[in-house]
């Protein structure tokens, strides 16, 4: 075949693969896309990236045709949360260190700028380390893990050093593990930085840093509220739930996208909004809610549960969406033990449509905006997907990384199960 031909053949294939792709996927990666765009900042509180990422659910709840709760499309409270909004640099042995793959700086760190000494300790000597001793000035307790060493000691060890850093004295903290950031609501009084080193026996004498840091006050975030209107009237309400808010950024440099978490899940939260409010369901008006504040602690969900616009015997059922961008290995009903009858009932709509290969049930389990729900006595259940794809609070976690393997199965199994109700 000639070259040319053969260039041809290839972009056919390529236009009739990406054709091949559904509207409800092609959907689900634009607003991914648009949600992990360096413009949204990480969803996070560095340059209001939160507040951008909630204008533009607003926007979208509005163009899908949702009606604002009580004449609400919002939902404000307001948060403290320790931010990095300029330079987080580290250098060890004169070599520049990469964030988010060399080094993290700890979410509730403070600022720092110059020369830390390292101190190296042991896990024994870490617990037994009393609160009231003062290092040398610009020293830190330096820790590296052992091989072999068990995962309890490890995590006392991690538990005492938080400590230590918030009180006593500057922390640097040597870590095999896979870097996962988080977000705080505190900072401590000294810095703590965790860097990756898997051959590393003894610390170097030194390391460079410059973080600045800033502890926020107040900072105003936004619940997005729409609902579609039940065919015939109705006092009963489904809530569909995603949060919109992620980590944010460690420095100029690096943000964290959340294509995963929780981009993904907000993508099929209004790809069912919109199929619902072209045929909604007959005896329940359906609130889709994009949460914020949820990685700070389920922050958003637990204000508007405590805040009871709508009383808790209005609420049937709270399914929320978080992870959805896979689902190669099939998807796990957090709450599952909790109401067997629910989760049989999406079991039995699974079976007779075969949308995944496997749907797991798991117990209670804080880790997601379903929580405040169920704890307050509403039926409550949390859906994730499982797969490959292992990018979890990273830098990794790119819409591009994102198979959507069984998203348009997934969405429809989803949209009989609220409509068997």
Request: hydrophobic residues 40%; neutral net charge; aromatic residues 10%.
């Amino acid at each position: 075949m000639h070259h040319k031909q053969l260039l041809l053949l290839l972009s056919l294939l390529t236009t009739l693969l990406n054709s091949a792709q559904s509207p409800l996927t092609a959907y689900a990666k634009k607003i991914t896309t648009v949600l992990c765009a360096p413009e949204m900042e990480g969803r996070g509180y560095v340059n209001d990236g939160c507040k951008k990422a909630g204008i533009y659910l607003t926007s979208e709840f509005e163009r899908i045709g949702l009606v604002p709760l009580n004449g609400y499309s919002n939902q404000s409270f307001y948060l403290n949360v320790n931010t990095f909004p300029g330079k987080c640099k580290v250098r060890v042995n004169g070599q520049k260190q990469e964030p988010g793959v060399d080094y993290l700086i700890h979410p509730s760190s403070s600022a720092y700028h110059g020369k830390l000494k390292l101190i190296q300790l042991s896990a024994a000597e870490i617990i037994k380390f009393p609160f009231g001793k003062n290092l040398e000035d610009h020293a830190a307790i330096t820790f590296i893990p052992q091989k072999g060493m068990a995962k309890d000691t490890l995590k006392m060890v991690k538990t005492k050093l938080e400590k230590l850093a918030r009180i006593n004295a500057p922390v640097v903290e040597y870590t095999n593990e896979k870097l996962t950031w988080s977000v705080s609501s505190e900072a401590f009084k000294f810095p703590y930085i965790q860097l990756v080193d898997s051959s590393i026996s003894v610390a170097p004498k030194q390391i460079k840093t410059q973080v600045d840091a800033q502890l926020k006050q107040d900072v105003e975030v936004q619940n997005i509220l729409g609902y579609v209107p039940s065919k015939n009237p109705s006092d009963s309400f489904i809530i569909v739930s995603a949060h919109y808010d992620h980590l944010g950024r460690m420095g100029k440099q690096t943000y964290f996208p959340g294509a995963n978490d929780n981009a993904s899940g907000v993508a099929m939260m209004l790809s069912i909004a919109k199929e619902i409010q072209g045929q909604p369901l007959p005896n329940h008006n359906v609130l889709f809610i994009a949460f914020a504040g949820e990685e700070i602690g389920l922050e958003g969900s637990s204000f508007f549960v405590n805040q009871h616009i709508l009383g808790g015997d209005q609420i049937s059922l709270v399914l929320n969406l978080d992870i959805m961008g896979s689902g190669e290995e099939g998807i796990t009903v957090v709450n599952g033990t909790v109401y067997p009858q629910l989760f049989q009932r999406l079991v039995s709509l699974n079976e007779s449509t075969q949308s995944v290969n496997r749907i797991k049930p798991r117990g209670k389990a804080a880790n997601s905006d379903h929580y405040p729900f169920s704890e307050a006595g509403i039926p409550a259940i949390f859906i994730y997907t499982m797969g490959p794809n292992k990018n979890y609070h990273d830098i990794h976690d790119k819409a591009e990384a994102l198979s959507f393997d069984r998203f348009d199965q997934l969405h429809y199994l989803l949209l009989r199960f609220l409509q068997s109700f």
